[in-house]
C-alpha cells in the first residue's frame, strides 16, 4: 500500500506541476499580449505614417534650384562675335546659391555694350525686337557691339492667374543653363508665339512645344521648363534689376520694359535707338569705317 500511496502523491505532485506550468504559460502569453497589441498598433501606425509621408513627397514638385542658371552669371547672358562673324554666347558660370551676380566688365574699348532687360510676356519688348534685333545682333557680329540680355518678370499680373511672364522668362534662363547657343532664335520664337496678354498664356507644354519650334530638342531644357527650375532665380532677378534706380531712364516714374542701356547710359526714347546705340561706337573703331 505504501507504494499506491507514493503513486498517489507523485499523481497530486504531477497535477499541482502541470498547473502551475499551465499558469506560466498562460502568464507569459498574457504578457505577450500585453506587448503584441501596442506593437502591431504602432507598426500600423508607422506604416500609415510611412504611406502617408511617402504620397506626400512624391507628389511635391521638382526642387527648384536657388542658384542661377550657368552663362547668367551677371543675371544676363552675353553675346559677342567669334572670328569667323557669328554672334555666340559667353559661357561662365552660374551665380551660386545666396551668391550675387557678377556685374560684366566693360572696357573702355570703343565698342558699344548693348545690355537689354526684357520680359519675353511683354508686346513692348516684342515690337522692339522685331523693330531692332537684326540690326543689333548685325553690330555684334560685325565686332562692333556686345550684346547681354536680362529676362525679367514683370507681367504675370497680366496674365489671369497662370504666371506667365515668370514660367516664360524661366524658359529663357533653362536654355541659356543647358544650350546657350540657342538663346537667341528661342527669344525670338517666344516673342512669334507671345499670347495676348489678358489670357492664360502658353502651358509649359506649349512653351516645350515652342522651344522645339525654334529648332532646340533638349530634355534637359524640357525637364528645366516642367519643373520651373529656376523659377527663384527669376524672381531674384526680377527684384534687383527693378529696384536698380540706375536702370530708371531720365524721366521716367520707374522701371519698364523694354529697358536699354548702352555703355551705362540708359536709353530715354528721345532719339532712335540704333542712333543711341550708334553714338557710344568709338569713330576710330576699324568696324565704322
Not at 500511496?5 to 502551475?20: F, S, V
Not at 506560466?24 to 502569453?29: G, V
Not at 547657343?181 to 512645344?209: C, H, K, R, W
Not at 532719339?271 to 561706337?281: A, G, L, T, W, Y
Request: negative net charge; charged residues 20%.
Amino acid at each position: 500500500m505504501p507504494e499506491e500511496r507514493q503513486t498517489k502523491n507523485q499523481r497530486r505532485e504531477a497535477a499541482r506541476e502541470a498547473a502551475r506550468l499551465e499558469r506560466e504559460k498562460q502568464k507569459q502569453r498574457d504578457r505577450l499580449r500585453r506587448w503584441l497589441i501596442p506593437t502591431v498598433s504602432t507598426v500600423a501606425i508607422l506604416a500609415i505614417a510611412a504611406a502617408i509621408v511617402w504620397a506626400f513627397v512624391s507628389n511635391q514638385p521638382a526642387a527648384q534650384s536657388v542658384a542661377g542658371p550657368r552663362n547668367m552669371i551677371s543675371d544676363g547672358i552675353l553675346f559677342t562675335a567669334d572670328d569667323s562673324g557669328a554672334v555666340v554666347p559667353v559661357e561662365t558660370g552660374a551665380i551660386p546659391p545666396s551668391g550675387t551676380p557678377t556685374p560684366t566688365d566693360q572696357g573702355d574699348d570703343g565698342l558699344a555694350h548693348i545690355v537689354t532687360y526684357v520680359d519675353f510676356s511683354c508686346p513692348a519688348c516684342k515690337s522692339f525686337e522685331e523693330a531692332y534685333s537684326t540690326s543689333i545682333q548685325a553690330l555684334v557680329a560685325a565686332g562692333v557691339a556686345t550684346l547681354e540680355v536680362h529676362p525679367i518678370a514683370i507681367l504675370d499680373r497680366a496674365y489671369l492667374s497662370s504666371r506667365y511672364s515668370s514660367r516664360s522668362n524661366n524658359v529663357g534662363a533653362c536654355v541659356a543653363d543647358a544650350a546657350p547657343e540657342s538663346f537667341l532664335d528661342v527669344m525670338t520664337a517666344l516673342y512669334t508665339n507671345q499670347p495676348a496678354e489678358g489670357t492664360s498664356g502658353l502651358t509649359d507644354a506649349e512653351l516645350i512645344d515652342v522651344v522645339h519650334g525654334a529648332g532646340l530638342v533638349n530634355e534637359d531644357v524640357d525637364a528645366c521648363i516642367e519643373d520651373e527650375l529656376f523659377g527663384p532665380w527669376v524672381t531674384a532677378a526680377t527684384d534687383r534689376q527693378t529696384n536698380n534706380p540706375d536702370l530708371v531712364a531720365p524721366g521716367a516714374q520707374g522701371f519698364s520694359t523694354p529697358t536699354i542701356v548702352v555703355n551705362g547710359e540708359v536709353w530715354d526714347r528721345s532719339v532712335d535707338v540704333m542712333d543711341f546705340i550708334q553714338s557710344h561706337i568709338s569713330a576710330s573703331d576699324p568696324g565704322t569705317d
